[in-house]
């Protein structure tokens, strides 16, 4: 065999030796980023259901109660108190009790047969702004219906033809029809603990060598540092790989997401990115002294990345110069690539441009990682 | 056979700083082939850093060091496969068995199977370490733990040998050993430089060289520089307290 390759080998089963003799550490790799995935699927969860909702019924007449019936009878909003008063209901808006408050004021049922309009007041929690915005939307889409109807009858009324051009919107969701967040999300979660797992494990295992001294007796040795990132790299490849592979096992038994599109074309993106963020580790751990330094290095790289990867937050609700960044974050294109292949069956030639960034990115990473380790020697 | 030629390790005129800290100032020495050379200084001497820069994990900022005439720190590490270092830190794998060890360290020096069989076999047995080759390094006592740095540094066959106090947290009957183990291998025709801080494993070198704040103070074979100064050779350490007492006399 070639002495580079017999040196590689021997790195790579120095390194396989000492994860698997670290208890720490496998668990770091296997155990947690499962229950992670099953914690953060149940618990990262944008769709807004059963908001609980106050009914201040002043009205206390039929039109009042069938307004009231049929806003509740939707998942949306949920029943939970009848205060008699505005301020009860503040009240209950402010011990969290409840999210939305519905008023109905005592001259509503009048209001309305008179023809006047009559107004209902919703009282909102606004600290949490995505359930807000979805209960308000269903009052408006409520009292929308309900004024076209009235309009229309009114119309009949008066012996008048009814409004003829009425504009219906009727949406349709593609590719995740009953709009479940876990399946939109676990792909997101399985390549954010990739990030996370593969980073520090990569950052915090070269800072130890440095720590330790080890690496000072690598370096008289006639070990090149490229043979020795590789053979670093390589377990976590596969341990990488590894926890993809369960992930999509536990996200399609557990949490319905699909699988569309190439396995293959999967493998291959999770190599690529796996790449970057090792190399990312890599390049930490040149910066760093201790392994607790690593750790802090790693996750002030972390966090944006995550932030900026469209993981959790939707990149359509962040300012143009920061998408200008997100460019640059691996992450997304991962995330971009996994949700195309999975929920879409996308393939190569939907998401070429992602692979070539990914690609870019991984050997850039490992390349600069190496060359720093080289530098930072004497 | 010329000058140049026998000269192992040689540094010339090297100066090293870390901040503030002016590590060696300006220090010259040369060690010849098959020789004892011994590094002997006080905490923070330098020791350490001279051994640095002779194995290439440390470039001077002035001056110059050859390894059997050749630049230790270029990158080709020409002089790495002729040279052994075993550094004062614990740095082999703790995790790691002795024999495990040996063999990663082996694969790394490029030594073919047969070859790693029979340095294994005569390096266990040199460093009676035949028992505990399933034990992990960071199990070993403080004596067997430098026996196995030292079997790991010699694996390749390196013409010259660095130890960096290899006898510090040694018992004294380990240390014997150790000393005798080392003379074996000098018999053999390697370059020794031994740092240590204590005087009686200098009075064991040919030569030793006093290192004092960065600079070498003195330089010479034990029983001279005790002659030198008036003290017997048994009680070498008077001999360097002698040296420092005269040198901060003078600059005082
Ligand atoms: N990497 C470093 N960064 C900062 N200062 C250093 C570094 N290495 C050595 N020094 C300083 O340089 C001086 C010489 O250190 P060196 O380790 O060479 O001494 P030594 O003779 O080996 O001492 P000891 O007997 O304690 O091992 C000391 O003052 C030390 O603090
Ligand atoms: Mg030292």
Redesign the pocket.
Known sequence: MHPLLVQYRAVVVKEVRQTVRDRRVMALLTLAPLMQLFVLGFAVNFDVRRVPTAVVDRSRSVESREHARTLLAGDTLRLIAEPHDERSAATLLEDGETSVALVFPPSFEKDLLRGDGAWVQALVDGSDPVRSSVAVDAVARHAAARASTLGMEQARRLGREPPRSTVTLESRVLYNPALETAVYVVPGIAAMLLLIVTTLIMSMGLARERETGTLEQLQVTPLRSSVLMLGKVTPFLLVGLLDVGLALCVGAWVFGVPLRGSLLLVALATLLYLMSTLGTGLLIATASRTQQQAFVGGFLFMLPAVLLSGVMTSLRAIPDWLVWLTWLNPVRHYVEVLRGVLLKGAGLSDLWPQFLLLSGFGVLMLGIATRRFHKTAA | MSAAETRDLELRDVRRS??A?Q??RGVSLAVRQGEVYGLV????????????ILSGLLRPHEGSATVLGVDPAHPRGEARERLGLVP?RNTLYGDLSVDENLHFFASLFGLSRPDFEARRERLLHITRLGRFTERRADALSGGMYKKLALACALLHRPRVLLL??PTNGVDPVSRRELWELLYGLVHEGMTLLV?T?YMDEAARCHRVGL?YE?QLIAEGEPRALARAHGVSPSDFESVFLAIIARRDGRAA
């Open positions: 870390f901040g800290t590590a060696l200084g006080p905490d923070g001497a330098g020791k350490t850093t001279a051994m640095r004062q960096d106090e740092s801080p290192l960065g």
